[in-house]
């Protein structure tokens, strides 16, 4: 699928690595709905992005909230292509802490936001896929990415239940590219390690170095133009669907 005039729905758009996508996006020629949390920092976004993006604010396991900005998309921007599910959290918490078990509404709020949020918004995303006319030989319609983490895979001391959320992400990507076979929509996962978001530009020294020592080659955290332009790939190649894809610099994760 060639990104030209076609519309990207993108979560956690305001910033990170979905605010590097909806910038390579918009300079291949697509359109982008910013959708965020917070509605001051996704205005202030899609301001930046200029005339080619629009931005709506919500919750991503909120279906009204989600099913609103879709068809706001649908609206403004005449379609929806390319759906990136970039939103999420992250929290440390041991199953056994010094305070007792972890609580389980801490492990419930990064599963439904990570997980659940992620299930929401692809699939009314899709179902606004399926009504498009198809833009390759093939039939394609549409192109769902959703983000998972290396955690996924080696998960440290304190990340059960965001490896948790994230397993879950890449366990349900095959299933969802067969669900949505019928109606020529792909679905792929790219699992991240380390990059240079907001967050970690922050980190002291001794949160940063022992991560980058994890890294292999380069050696380094991964800049968020390489996850978009990771991103603007699979949306090229339409051989790709079913797959999750580490972007990790051969990262594996020690136990902390």
């Known amino acids: 699928m060639d990104l030209q005039d076609k519309v990207a729905f993108i979560t956690g758009g305001a910033s990170g690595l979905g605010r590097a996508t909806a910038e390579n996006f918009i300079k291949a020629g697509a359109k982008v709905m910013v959708f965020d949390l917070n509605a001051e920092t996704a205005e202030q976004a899609a301001a930046e992005l200029g005339a080619n993006a629009s931005f709506a604010a919500g919750d991503v396991a909120d279906e009204d909230a989600v099913r609103a900005a879709v068809q706001k998309t649908v609206e403004t921007f005449g379609g929806l292509h390319i759906n990136v599910n970039s939103a999420g959290i992250g929290a440390a918490a041991r199953t056994l802490g010094r305070e007792g078990p972890m609580p389980l509404k801490t492990f419930e709020f990064i599963v439904r936001v990570n997980l659940i949020g992620t299930f929401n918004v692809l699939r009314l995303c899709a179902d606004a896929m399926q009504h498009n006319a198809p833009v390759t030989d093939d039939g394609e319609r549409g192109v769902i990415i959703n983000v998972a983490s290396v955690a996924a895979f080696d998960g440290q001391i304190g990340q059960a239940a965001y490896s948790a959320s994230k397993g879950g992400v890449a366990g349900m990507t095959l299933p969802i590219a067969r669900d949505l076979v019928k109606q020529g929509i792909r ?3 790219i ?7 907001p967050m970690m530009k ?3 020294p001794q949160v940063r170095e ?3 020592e994890m890294t292999q080659f380069p050696h380094r ?3 968020p133009s390489e996850f978009a332009q990771t991103a603007a790939y699979i949306v090229n190649c339409s051989y790709i669907n079913g797959e999750t894809i580490r972007l990790d610099s051969g990262i594996r994760m020690q136990p902390k």
């Not at 699992?191 to 978001?197: K, M, N, Q, S, V």
């Open 187 to 189: 679905c792929v996962t």
């Open 191 to 197: 699992a991240p390690g380390i990059f240079e978001t």
């Open 202 to 204: 922050f980190a002291p």
């Open 210 to 212: 022992p991560l980058i």
């Open 221 to 223: 955290l991964g800049d």
